[in-house]
């Protein structure tokens, strides 16, 4: 079955490591995106990425990074400068630039800073 | 830009209607409804484009007033299936957020036997 697979499911950072958050899709789709959700915030964009080797930063980017050498992974990193790291983490795709189609996301990493 | 859903929460017998409304101070060329359950991801349920047209998903339906520049999600005879967190996503006109979705804070809605 196609969708996007999101990993680790639950992750521990210890105050001034960076960690990688792992995206892949088999969907086939153009577009890539990493949300965060914090309680009674909503899904706020991180990064997006439309195309291969081709990013973007969202609307709360600083202290992370992304990647994309592959159609089908979108690695999310979140570094040491990220002040407050601790939230869900959600993972999209969509079959490009036209919105005409939904948005398909992974079921999320948790991130805890302990 | 953060459209604004209305009401935070809505507590349902089953069987009971609701509406959930998406608000937004920008010229909308879309908006985007979605479910979450607790800890899942959210499910993308209907996209409605601007034109002012209606869709409908089983009991789920939705509207897009593009002059008002709101949606509003309506849910007829809920189930208990139907709780979640709905979320409502739209996008610019005018390339305001670069083409992507900005999310609203969401919706809970709680159906009870």
């Known amino acids: 079955d196609g969708g996007i697979t999101q990993s680790p499911k639950y992750l521990f950072r210890k105050e001034g490591q960076n960690v990688t958050l792992s995206c892949e899709q088999n969907l086939n789709h153009d577009a890539m995106y990493w949300y965060r959700q914090d309680p009674g915030q909503g899904l706020r964009l991180i990064y997006y990425s439309q195309i291969v080797n081709d990013f973007q930063k969202g609307d709360i980017a600083e202290g992370y990074s992304v990647s994309r050498e592959k159609k089908e992974s979108f690695p999310l990193t979140v570094t040491s400068a990220q002040k407050n790291p601790t939230a869900f983490y959600l993972c999209?795709?969509?079959?490009?630039?036209?919105?005409?189609?939904?948005?398909?996301f992974g079921s999320g990493t948790r991130l805890t800073v302990v | 830009q953060q459209p604004v859903q209305s009401p935070q929460a809505v507590i349902l017998r089953e069987g009971e209607d609701a509406v959930i409304n998406c608000s937004s101070s920008?010229?909308?060329?879309?908006v985007h409804w979605y479910r979450q359950k607790h800890g899942e991801a959210p499910v993308f349920l209907m996209i409605?484009?601007?034109?002012?047209e209606q869709k409908g998903h089983e009991k789920i339906s939705a509207s897009f007033n593009e002059k008002k520049q709101q949606s509003s999600l309506y849910l007829t005879a809920s189930q208990l299936s139907y709780s979640g967190t709905y979320f409502c996503?739209?996008?610019?006109?005018?390339?305001?957020?670069?083409?992507?979705?900005?999310f609203g804070k969401g919706t809970k809605l709680s159906v009870k036997p």
């Open positions: 920008k010229a909308l060329y879309s």
């Open positions: 409605l484009l601007k034109g002012g």
């Open positions: 996503g739209t996008e610019d006109s005018y390339g305001g957020s670069q083409g992507n979705l900005i």
């Open positions: 999209a795709s969509s079959i490009g630039t036209n919105k005409n189609y939904g948005y398909t």
